[in-house]
């Protein structure tokens, strides 16, 4: 718990907060939210909210809805809608995500593999007993590294990569218990924290997990942002999409 509280001091936000009425909870965390996004000095939009402009995906996948991002659900295979503007390293990433159907993500500091194909960092956004789960999009099956990286982390855990490529992950909190700050068929809030080997997930205002990574050859430090649908029938979409960039 201890990690959990001094990391969310650090950042501003509010990370475990005391059991209470779930409505209650609901409106703490949208009334801080609200807060947070009237004032948000050096947040810049990456989504103009009426096209896809810096944006790049496979015809017919992804769409405008209201200002909105939503997947279409008809394409079969996996796919990525990219932000094409920039590669970012250290940073901040705000959004809102909501998930109603299939396996859909957000990747950070990842690779660009073509045809709409991103390899690298993804927070998965699907059912509530998944949620919390850093993983490695497109990771080979034979690769010997697949073990250690293509499930690294789930809720409430740390996972620490050291520069051999081996893991360790430490146990913070009972994985239900985060998860339970997540809702389905409903919007959330996403903040993505990356910085030097660190990246942290945060969902609601709450810590979900936290990755860290010092693998000599598969850790990186910048890369594209991209959307995921996983294909066959996913139904998710974003919007409010805001980074700030560090100065370092």
């Known amino acids: 718990m201890g990690v959990f509280s001094s990391g969310m001091e650090r950042f501003g936000?509010?990370?475990?907060?005391?059991?209470?009425?779930?409505?209650?909870?609901?409106?703490?965390?949208?009334?801080?939210s609200f807060s947070l996004n009237a004032d948000e000095p050096g947040f810049k939009p990456l989504f103009n909210g009426k096209n896809f402009d810096g944006w790049d995906s496979k015809p017919g996948a992804?769409?405008?809805r209201d200002g909105e991002i939503w997947c279409t659900g008809e394409s079969e295979g996996k796919n990525w809608l990219i932000f094409r503007a920039s590669e970012p390293s250290d940073f901040v990433l705000r959004l809102e995500f909501r998930w109603d159907k299939g396996n859909s993500g957000v990747q950070v500091r990842s690779d660009d593999l073509g045809e709409w194909q991103i390899f690298g960092y993804q927070v998965e956004i699907a059912r509530r007993e998944v949620m919390g789960l850093w993983h490695h999009s497109l990771i080979a099956r034979d690769h010997p590294k697949r073990e250690a990286r293509f499930l690294m982390s789930t809720a409430g855990e740390r996972a620490i990569i050291a520069?051999?490529?081996?893991?360790?992950?430490?146990?913070?909190?009972?994985?239900?218990?985060?998860?339970?700050?997540?809702?389905?068929?409903?919007?959330?809030?996403?903040?993505?924290?990356?910085?030097?080997?660190?990246?942290?997930?945060?969902?609601?205002?709450?810590?979900?997990?936290?990755?860290?990574?010092?693998?000599?050859?598969?850790?990186?430090?910048?890369?594209?942002?991209?959307?995921?649908?996983?294909?066959?029938?996913?139904?998710?979409?974003?919007?409010?999409?805001?980074?700030?960039?560090?100065?370092?």
Not at 13 to 32: A, E, G
Not at 186 to 204: H, K, P, R, V, Y
Not at 224 to 245: L, P, S, W, Y
Request: proline share 1%.
């Open 13 to 32: 936000r509010i990370y475990c907060l005391p059991i209470m009425n779930k409505y209650l909870l609901r409106t703490l965390i949208f009334v801080f």
């Open 62 to 64: 992804w769409e405008v």
């Open 163 to 248: 520069e051999d490529g081996t893991r360790v992950n430490n146990k913070l909190e009972a994985a239900a218990k985060v998860q339970a700050h997540y809702d389905e068929n409903a919007w959330n809030t996403m903040e993505i924290i990356a910085s030097g080997d660190q990246i942290i997930q945060m969902i609601n205002g709450v810590h979900f997990a936290t990755l860290i990574d010092n693998d000599e050859k598969m850790s990186r430090r910048k890369g594209f942002i991209a959307f995921q649908d996983h294909g066959r029938g996913c139904t998710v979409a974003f919007r409010n999409i805001r980074m700030k960039e560090s100065n370092n």
